[in-house]
């Protein structure tokens, strides 16, 4: 199984501040037929289902504000929040879909310093 | 649009069976494959199982393989979790999840229903 490990556990940012979140495969996603990375960001808020930020490592959904972006390549990515605003606080995971069971890391908490 | 809603959650003993439904709509039910995935209480998400678009391949995290049971009903547009020999460290939310592409088995999930609790307790 691929163990997905995301850094830091939480973080407080001030707003208009930005917020870096890293995750780490244990072996890489990178299909190199396609050259595609099978990396996924996904946003957790109370009381509401996971939503789909970013697929592809870095392609945004739509309808997702674009100081949401995504990088990396491999077993290494990070998700970054260019300026915080306060609906952004929420519990943030890294998904890897390159290989069954599917597996998600362990979320990051993104709150208001 | 995609609608998952997620029933059936409840408590229950341990040792006991409980089974989850998620009705499905807006979308070709039997070209997708299904997940379900569980949040414990203050902990991160957990993929539970996958069932195929025609449920012809079944995968199971190892905590509950010979416990839980997924299937569909193409017919009905409707995803099932029979979960048997229930223990404590079930206790979830559970979500049905759609993948984004049609016809695999792995891909990201692009729809989640809201969820359903479950608890098991004596």
């Known amino acids: 199984d691929i163990v997905m490990t995301q850094s830091p556990d939480s973080l407080a940012v001030s707003l208009g501040e930005r917020a870096t979140i890293n995750c780490k495969s244990s072996q890489s996603v990178l299909n190199r037929s396609n050259k595609r990375n099978y990396l996924a960001w996904y946003q957790l808020k109370p009381g509401q289902p996971p939503k789909l930020l970013i697929s592809w490592t870095s392609t945004r959904e739509s309808g997702v504000p674009d100081r949401f972006s995504g990088s990396g390549s491999g077993t290494d990515f990070t998700l970054t929040i260019s300026s915080l605003q306060p609906e952004d606080v929420a519990v943030y995971y890294c998904q890897q879909y390159y290989s069954t069971p599917l597996t998600f890391g362990g979320g990051t908490r993104v709150e208001i310093k | 649009q995609v609608q998952l809603v997620e029933s059936g959650g409840g408590v229950v003993q341990p040792g006991r069976s409980l089974r989850l439904s998620c009705a499905a709509s807006g979308f070709t039910f039997s070209t997708y494959g299904l997940h379900w995935v569980r949040q414990a209480p203050g902990k991160g998400l957990e993929w539970v199982a996958l069932i195929s678009y025609d449920g012809s391949n079944k995968y199971y995290v190892d905590s509950v393989k010979g416990r839980f049971t997924i299937s569909r009903d193409n017919s009905k547009n409707t995803l099932y979790l029979q979960m048997d020999s229930l223990r404590a460290e079930d206790t979830a939310v559970y979500h049905c999840?759609?993948?984004?592409?049609?016809?695999?088995?792995?891909?990201?999930?692009?729809?989640w229903g809201q969820g359903t609790l479950v608890t098991v307790s004596s």
């Open positions: 999840a759609k993948l984004h592409s049609d016809y695999q088995i792995a891909d990201y999930f692009d729809s």
